[in-house]
């Protein structure tokens, strides 16, 4: 079974610009630091039982094996990125170039001032077939919440896309990739990240002005 990590969070009264720490278990803190440092495959039940101090046999109580606290970081994670994702789309009212924006800030805000938690995509692969189609339902609710943007900004001639379906894709996926290049201790923050990343989006799907 798993360790409660926190009541769910209601979409409606979510500050999805506010940075605050995710709250994990110790066990959770300590199997997140453990698949960053010594990555997934490098990371024992015992390591992590170490770390948290505690025995084998009472972190099996909470977790039924190592996969088992992979799956629960990867779930906590990508719902608390949904739950952002919904609150920021809302939040855009009926213009979908702010819910566009919105959206795209939240997500990368959530990358950089989470970057161990959004890491553990990469980790994804050591999933079993049942716990991997499990992370991909929840991962797929973010999907939806852009591609249904994307479709009504197209609809209603505020982008100019051929494609929302690819569009949606190719925005999440240079969203997913900041893991790989951030670094907290580097030059850009958080929030200048987010701008960026959403001037890039807007570049995608705005309608290109006409030539005089």
Not at 21 to 33: G, K, N
Not at 136 to 160: M, N, P, T, Y
Not at 189 to 194: C, L, M, T
């Amino acid at each position: 079974m798993g360790e409660p990590v926190g009541p769910a969070q209601d979409e409606s009264q979510i500050d999805w610009r506010r940075l605050e720490e995710v709250q994990l278990t110790p066990i959770l803190s300590a199997s997140l630091d453990a698949f960053y440092e010594l990555g997934y495959h490098g990371t024992t039940v015992r390591e992590v039982a170490r770390r948290v101090g505690v025995t084998v046999p009472a972190l099996y109580y909470h977790h039924e094996n190592k996969e088992g606290l992979l799956i629960a970081l990867l779930e906590l994670s990508t719902a608390d990125v949904l739950a952002r994702a919904h609150a920021a789309d809302a939040d855009g009212g009926d213009d979908p170039v702010q819910r566009l924006a919105n959206v795209v800030e939240a997500i990368v805000l959530r990358m950089t001032t989470r970057p161990r938690l959004a890491a553990l995509e990469g980790e994804v692969r050591y999933l079993s077939t049942e716990n991997r189609q499990r992370y991909r339902e929840v991962r797929k609710g973010i999907e939806q919440v852009v591609l249904r943007v994307v479709e009504d900004g197209a609809a209603s001639g505020a982008f100019d896309v051929d494609d929302p379906a690819e569009t949606t894709r190719a925005i999440l996926g240079m969203c997913q990739s900041i893991p790989r290049w951030y670094h907290a201790e580097g030059t850009l923050s958080p929030q200048e990240v987010a701008g960026k990343y959403v001037a890039i989006a807007m570049k995608i799907v705005l309608t290109a002005p006409e030539s005089p």
